[in-house]
């Protein structure tokens, strides 16, 4: 079974070039080539070094260790379906067969999408799409597309759920504005939670944001970023093991009924999810380094190594005639501060040397 492809891009054909040496006092990746044609959908493979170690991916993305589990997932919503891939509706710790006002699909999405997730409220304030998870281990990352419209009412926009004492840890944003917020309710000697209300940066309605989520029990540090920005770190979330394995991940956990006074109308909008229990990944950008990065597309793993990494390239928002620049993230979150630069269309531009290292 194949992955979903949702449009074809032109061509793009990167070259070799001289390897990037960072200056450093720890080893971060280093792209030295990329092979392949970076069309939308085609295997691409990264060379350099510094890599670092991953899980074996199964490079198809749709079947999974008892029916839905896999080292990564990913959900772009072009196959019309919300039960595919994986993810399922979810309501009450239970499968759901919502209508059609509560969960679908909509055609439509960021540039270059046909088809997106819509959560409303019509008939219940719990419930969305989920995924059930196994063999996840103390770490946690997901990144997926978002849009609220004007007047959306609160809701939790993303959960993880996990045994005692961690417990619930989720995501909120709406009504009173548009800035990520959350909470935990974990009750490990090690945590001390507090609501985070954020300060930006903002969501702005109607137009769709990138959102991405870590969390690291091993250091107690759970990080938003949105649109390549960050948000907030909190660092007395986290019991010492997650504790994720039989529970779900949950987008959204809920939406508001809008008789509680927040808000009157709007929906959660999802697209591009994609889960992974270790941040090493890799990434296209728009902007030659990484702390510039602002419009970025995660790839699709399909192997990994510590000289060599393969994708399914993810060609998302990025069209014809672009610049791009392509990024390898290690597990640590260290990452080449310089990306190597390609445009979609063209063939690649020789790298500059970075000048320093930056860690994710």
């Not at 720890?26 to 959908?41: D, E, F, I, N, R």
């Not at 956990?253 to 999810?273: E, F, K, P, Q, V």
Request: aromatic content about 12%; overall charge neutral.
């Amino acid at each position: 079974m194949k992955f979903s492809l949702r449009h074809s891009t032109p061509a793009l054909t990167l070259l070799c070039a001289s390897a990037l040496t960072p200056i450093a006092v720890q080893a971060a990746p280093v792209v030295s080539g990329v092979s392949g044609t970076l069309s939308h959908g085609e295997v691409v493979t990264i060379s350099g070094s510094g890599f670092g170690s991953h899980a074996s991916y199964n490079n198809i993305g749709d079947t999974w260790k008892s029916g839905r589990f896999l080292n990564f997932r990913f959900k772009d919503f072009e196959d019309r379906a919300l039960k595919s891939h994986g993810f399922y509706p979810q309501s009450g710790g239970e499968e759901w067969s919502p209508n059609s006002t509560d969960l679908s699909t909509q055609s439509g999405g960021p540039r270059n999408s046909s088809a997106f997730m819509r959560r409303a409220y019509s008939s219940g304030e719990n419930g969305g799409l989920s995924a059930d998870t196994a063999g996840a281990g103390n770490q946690l990352y997901t990144t997926f597309k978002l849009m609220m419209p004007s007047n959306t009412q609160s809701g939790k926009l993303f959960r993880f759920y996990a045994d005692a004492p961690q417990y619930n840890v989720y995501f909120s944003s709406g009504c009173d504005n548009y800035m990520v917020r959350g909470y935990s309710e974990c009750t490990a000697s090690s945590c001390s939670p507090e609501t985070e209300w954020g300060s930006g940066p903002s969501f702005v309605a109607g137009q769709w944001s990138r959102v991405e989520i870590w969390a690291d029990a091993s250091s107690n540090t759970v990080s938003v970023s949105v649109n390549g920005q960050p948000a907030w770190t909190k660092r007395d979330w986290l019991a010492s093991t997650l504790a994720l394995n039989g529970h779900t991940l949950d987008y959204p956990n809920m939406l508001d009924n809008a008789g509680r006074g927040c808000g009157t109308a709007g929906s959660y909008n999802y697209d591009d999810i994609f889960v992974d229990f270790t941040q090493a990944r890799v990434e296209i950008g728009d902007a030659a380094t990484w702390s510039a990065v602002r419009k970025k597309e995660v790839q699709l793993p399909v192997a990994w190594s510590g000289g060599s990494v393969q994708v399914r390239l993810n060609s998302g928002e990025f069209t014809a005639g672009q610049q791009v620049y392509v990024y390898v993230v290690d597990s640590s979150g260290a990452v080449n501060s310089s990306g190597f630069p390609a445009k979609i269309g063209g063939t690649a531009i020789a790298p500059k040397p970075p000048t320093d290292v930056t860690a994710q």
